[in-house]
């Protein structure tokens, strides 16, 4: 990843928790933090990239398509928790301390201090900041995974605003199941043919077409077993989670699958890039010529 890309990828991963930043040894005063206290879970993220104060680029995140479970859990005295339980096998946790006062939420971890303005309406919670293109050398220490990402690739901007719509819940954050765990039975395959890094052709397969429905089954102690219903033939493995990745090793497979996987409408997209043609025999058998291909998987619970 070139410089300006890593550095834009910071900005998001740390903005989508944070609002502004910059550094102090100071420790906040929990000033009317009773506004806040509680544990709020994330429904909705907007990150912004403004240039001369237009917003020329937006992308919008939301609960159960491209994250599941993320919370803010505010303390008393003045002690905050972000908490990822997408994460796998063990919710990521990151704490801090956090005041409120005249409206504007400052959160600290580590030695970065940050400024969100807040309005709160009933059980939901609205927090808005911004990030200036100069402080994004001061974010390398945040390490948040939030799956989507927004890329400034070629588009000159000079501050990236983000909004994050929260909701007070109930929920433990540390017993939430994780999403991947389960049965999931693949409905549809998606063979796409790339020529110079661009998808040049694609084609779709679905049971109705026999592509078989084989069943990927995740297990809370990293296992797996992919069965398929036809010849009840059952492969099984191990898995790990992180940073928008599922990797697959099956046993007696030379090499790991590794998946990016994404959301939709309670579906769990797995994509595969760089496959062989001849490791793409069990989904279609005839090819045009493409310098590689990426496999889409779609399943269901």
């Known amino acids: 990843m070139n410089t300006i890309k890593r550095l834009l990828s910071l900005c998001f991963i740390a903005a989508v928790a944070f609002g502004s930043c910059k550094k102090s040894d100071d420790n906040p005063r929990p000033d009317d933090q009773i506004d806040v206290i509680g544990t709020w879970k994330l429904k909705e993220k907007k990150l912004e990239g403004l240039k001369d104060g237009k917003v020329i680029e937006t992308e919008i995140g939301t609960v159960g398509k491209d994250f599941q479970n993320w919370y803010m859990q505010f303390a008393g005295d003045g002690v905050v928790q972000i908490i990822d ?35 709160r309406k009933g059980n939901a919670l609205t927090l808005v900041g911004e990030l200036d293109w100069g402080d994004l050398d001061d974010l390398d220490d945040f390490d948040f995974d939030f799956d989507v990402e927004i890329e400034y690739e070629g588009i000159d901007v ?55 429905p084989s069943v990927y089954d995740f297990k809370s102690d ?18 790990n989670v992180g940073w ?3 990797t697959i090793d099956l046993d007696g497979e030379d090499e790991d699958d590794q998946f990016r996987y994404a ?15 001849e490791d793409l025999f069990d989904f279609i ?17």
């Open 222 to 239: 990293g296992t797996v077993t992919i069965t398929d219903p036809e010849d009840e033939e059952v492969r099984s493995g191990t898995y």
């Open 285 to 301: 058998d005839e090819f045009d010529e493409y310098d590689f291909y990426n496999l889409v998987l779609t399943l269901s619970k």
């Open 158 to 212: 000079d501050i990236v605003r983000v909004s994050m719509t929260l909701e007070k819940t109930d929920e433990d954050p540390m017993k939430v199941e994780h999403f991947l765990l389960g049965s999931w039975t693949i409905e549809q395959a998606v063979v796409e043919g790339v020529i110079d890094w661009e998808v040049a052709g694609s084609e779709t397969i679905t049971v109705a077409d026999g592509l078989t």
């Open 263 to 277: 959301f939709d409408d309670q579906r769990l997209i797995l994509t595969q890039q760089r496959v062989s043609a």
């Open 244 to 246: 928008g990745e599922i």
């Open 85 to 119: 339980s997408d994460e796998f096998p063990e919710p990521e946790i990151e704490k801090g301390r956090y005041s409120l006062k005249e409206g504007t939420l400052q959160v600290i971890v580590d030695d970065s201090v940050i400024d969100f303005q807040v309005i």
